[in-house]
Every structure is written in C-alpha cells, then in structure tokens.
C-alpha cells in the first residue's frame, strides 16, 4: 500500500530553496517588509510499507484527535531539548484555533494557510483572542502518524525551523482525518 502526504509551506522572508512546504511565520516588524516576498511551494511524496513510519491509520474520534495533538506537542519538545531549546508550553488558546483549522480543512476539503472561513492564521489568531508578538503555523496532510507528521517537518528546512525557532514560547496542535496543524507563538 502507498501512503500520500503532502506538506505545505508558505513563509513571509522565504528560503531560497523551499522544496517542500510547511511554515507561515509573522513578526510586527517584519510584516510589511517581506509581504512582496511571499513564495508558496507545495511537494507530495509517497512512502512505500516498507518505511519506518508507516502505521495504522488514527481514527477520528475527538479523542483520538485530541491524543495526536498532544503526542505531536511532546515529539515537538524533544525536538527542543535536542536542539538545547526551551520546550514550547500547550496554550489553551491556540489549542483550540488549531484544532479548529484542523477541522475546517478537513470539512472543507482545502489545504492552505489562508482558510475561506477564517483567513490568515493571524487573523484566525485574533479571531480566538490569541495575543502574541511573533507567530508561525506548520500544516500537513496525509500522514498517518504523529511520528510521520513530525519526521517529515523535521525533514523540511522550513517546518523544522518553525519547531526550533527560539523565539517560540507557546504551541497548540490540531489533527482531523489526516490534516495535522501546528500553530506557535511568543507571548
């Protein structure tokens, strides 16, 4: 059996090689000076049964959801400490909008950084109350693992940069039906 996933990467001060995509990262300072310099880029790659990460399929329960979310948050945080970071805190908040955009692209069948419901992650941000000083959100879909999801944005310059980026403080983590978001901010 082939497994598709597909992850996807828009970055404002993009990379000039971003083969695979993942990362949407904003700062007030920065905001107007790389709007012009937003590149997109989207890559899907199969994996055979015969690689390391393929396993059984999550089911779709709001526990079941709830359970990735929460396995991709501490895979998130190792991540950190190997990279002698400090680990990201689960915020109530962005849990929440995370688990929304999940769902939305889910139900919606869409798979961008900008949703037709909410729009931009931060404007979806300020939508919940989110207050931050610097934000970034990671999407993904058709991985059918935590581990999966976390190897391939490790793989990806762009995502694993969103994970170890020192400026983060918080995290909040949504799965629905194979779409996997992670949302990150600074408070």
């Known amino acids: 059996m082939i497994w598709k996933s597909k992850i996807k990467r828009i970055a404002i001060a993009t990379t000039a090689a971003a083969l695979v995509a993942g990362t949407f990262t904003w700062s007030p300072l920065a905001q107007a000076a790389n709007a012009a310099s937003t590149t997109k880029a989207i890559a899907t790659s199969s994996h055979s049964s015969n690689n390391t990460y393929t396993t059984t399929r999550l089911g779709t329960s709001a526990a079941t ?32 909008m995370a688990q929304t955009k999940a769902n939305d692209m889910a139900s919606k069948g869409y798979f ?22 610097y934000a970034g959100e990671n999407i993904a879909k ?22 170890l980026k020192k400026q983060y403080t918080h995290i909040g983590v949504g799965f629905k039906n194979g779409v996997w978001v992670q949302e990150f901010i600074r408070k």
């Open 142 to 163: 058709g991985q059918s693992s935590a581990a999966q999801v976390m190897k391939d944005w490790m793989n990806s310059p762009g995502h694993k940069a969103n994970i």
């Open 65 to 96: 959801s709830a359970a990735a979310a929460a396995k991709v948050a501490k895979l998130v945080n190792e991540q950190r400490a190997k990279a002698g970071l400090k680990p990201l805190t689960v915020d109530t908040k962005l849990q929440k």
């Open 112 to 133: 961008s950084h900008t949703s037709p419901t909410y729009g931009t992650p931060f404007k979806m941000m300020d939508k919940f109350g989110i207050t931050y000083t």
